[in-house]
């Protein structure tokens, strides 16, 4: 009889990311490899305009099933080493002493706190919440949505024992611990980010105890192990590591290398979020007032500074129904395949679109400028424009936006600017990528990793389960590509004089007759 010496199993770590169209679990190789993924869409309730709500019993089944899944089509020789959740912010399940959820979850989106937004600015005050926090203060962060729940549900309140976001509450189902990390908490709007701790002071002005919130860890901390129940439903192996997870932009930033003082991340979807890392936060309300929140990143001794430009992808894509789709009956636009004709038709068009600019404020206002009555605006026409005109021009007013959102972010925070890093399907548009390199005057680069978000969660669970050393040791071992475009400094030169004496004056220029607009047509 032959005696083989076993041949080691092949780790996997799992990254779960609950979001708001899908649930998705990934498994990775220790070096980031994807193995297997499983996706299903977000049950997402609205029982009435403006409300919303996910029930925290249709979350766990959707995890039990993607879990299920990503674990039937993982090669025989791989074994689950850890696992660790992400998700979306300013979303919470309220369980009970007994762990149960005495209310459903209401969804980050949900409109119903803007009451309690008004109140808490009124009473605890913008620029105290703001010194404390580094957020200012709006309807989607989550403990307006606690506060509701007291005014409008005051027998669920009174049941609640712990205030669980997201990400947080699946941990809490796989191994039956409480707690949160610093990333998600960052989004309570009760977080002392110098402190690290919940904030007393905020918490005494909203007469609210502070047991009621989740003990606050480190992302990557072992939270415990898998229990017999879980491992039922799941498939997951009983005993496996939890770790704790992090906010789902917070975790993708962390995958994509973003994790040095300087580095700057642009995420560009329908909307685009510009992030910048700082080394400690910058309790300044003057870039609270800018539409910038600040928060701590997942990565240790790190925080960033974040804001949004609402419809930056949304633009493109009404630009391109508009003038490029293809009619077909009244199904105006659902052709997907005018995108690279829109594209080519800017292309065919000189840099500064023969002097049409495009204020893409379609959606109100982006930081700096916090303007609801704010609308979007071509300037500059003649008669020998064309769609390719229009098109460039919202290329690069899009691209102008963005540098406005990190220039006011960097001067106030006084960060030397170390890396650019771009992700999302805005990066497919090779034109306006090289208008935005062209623009700041340096090197993007976008890495091809699909499911940065839940690698991210991977890369947490695999700390905590001590597969990897510590952060540094994950990221020597996670590989791989990227993609890069290099700026042409003589259109930097341009751009950069048609960014400070036409587009930086455009917002203040047509503000006054816009609000005269808005006021009629509200």
């Known amino acids: 009889m032959h005696h083989h010496t076993a041949q080691p199993m092949k780790q996997a770590l799992i990254g779960i990311d609950i979001g708001t169209t899908s649930i998705k679990a990934v498994a990775f190789g220790v070096n980031g490899d994807e193995l297997s993924k499983a996706t299903t869409p977000t049950r997402t309730h609205s029982p009435k305009a403006g409300w919303s709500y996910f029930d925290p019993a249709e979350i766990w089944t959707d995890i039990c099933a993607v879990l299920r899944k990503v674990l039937a089509n993982l090669p025989a020789e791989i074994e689950p080493a850890g696992v660790a959740f992400t998700s979306f912010g300013e979303t919470a399940a309220p369980l009970n002493r007994e762990g149960q959820p005495v209310y459903d979850m209401i969804s980050w989106f949900d409109a119903r706190t803007q009451v309690q937004a008004d109140w808490w600015a009124e009473t605890v005050g913008e620029e105290r919440t703001s010194r404390i926090t580094g957020l200012p203060v709006k309807p989607v962060f989550g403990i307006l949505k606690l506060l509701w729940l007291r005014e409008n549900e005051p027998q669920k309140f009174a049941q609640i024992d712990c205030w669980l976001n997201t990400a947080d509450y699946g941990a809490y189902r796989l191994c039956g611990a409480r707690a949160t990390d610093y990333s998600l908490a960052s989004r309570m709007m009760v977080l002392d980010l110098q402190k690290r701790a919940w904030s007393q002071p905020l918490l005494d002005a909203i007469d609210l105890p502070q047991s009621i919130l989740a003990e606050l860890l480190p992302s990557g901390t072992l939270l415990g192990y898998v229990h017999a129940e879980a491992a039922r439903e799941t498939g997951l192996p009983q005993g496996l590591p939890v770790s704790c997870g992090g906010h789902d932009h ?28 700082t080394k400690e936060p910058v309790p300044d309300p003057a870039i609270t007032k800018q539409g910038v ?194 700026p042409n400094m003589e259109r930097h030169a341009f751009y950069q004089e048609r960014y400070v004496q036409v587009y930086q004056k455009l917002y203040e220029t047509l503000k006054e007759i816009n609000h005269t607009i808005n006021d009629w047509e509200a």
């Not at 917070?250 to 909307?271: E, K, P, R, V, Y």
């Not at 690279?340 to 500064?352: E, F, K, L, N, S």
């Not at 999302?424 to 890495?447: A, C, E, F, W, Y």
């Open 250 to 277: 917070i975790c993708a930033a962390l995958a994509l290398g973003i994790t040095n003082a300087g580095d700057i991340f642009h995420s560009m979807g329908t909307a685009e979020a510009v992030m910048v890392l």
């Open 293 to 486: 929140g600040q928060g701590i990143h997942v990565y240790p001794n790190r925080s960033y500074a974040m804001c949004g430009l609402q419809f930056a992808g949304g633009s493109m894509d009404w630009v391109r129904r508009l003038l490029f789709a293809e009619k077909r009956g009244d199904n105006v636009g659902s052709d997907e395949g005018s995108y690279p004709q829109m594209v080519d038709a800017a292309r065919a068009v000189p840099p500064g679109a023969e002097g049409v600019f495009f204020l893409p404020h379609l959606l109100r206002a982006n930081p700096p400028a916090v303007d609801l009555k704010s609308r979007g605006a071509f300037i500059g026409m003649s008669r020998e424009m064309s769609k390719g005109h229009l098109a460039r021009a919202v290329f690069e007013g899009l691209a102008y936006e963005a540098q406005q959102s990190q220039d006011v972010m960097k001067d106030v925070l006084l960060v030397a600017m170390t890396q650019m890093i771009a992700t999302g399907g805005g990066t497919r548009n090779d034109l306006l990528m090289q208008i935005k390199s062209d623009l700041v005057g340096r090197p993007i680069t976008m890495p091809n990793v699909d499911e940065a978000t839940c690698l991210g969660a991977a890369i947490l669970a695999g700390v905590g389960a001590g597969v990897y050393r510590n952060f540094e040791d994950a990221s020597e071992q996670i590989r791989y590509t990227s993609r890069s475009v290099e």
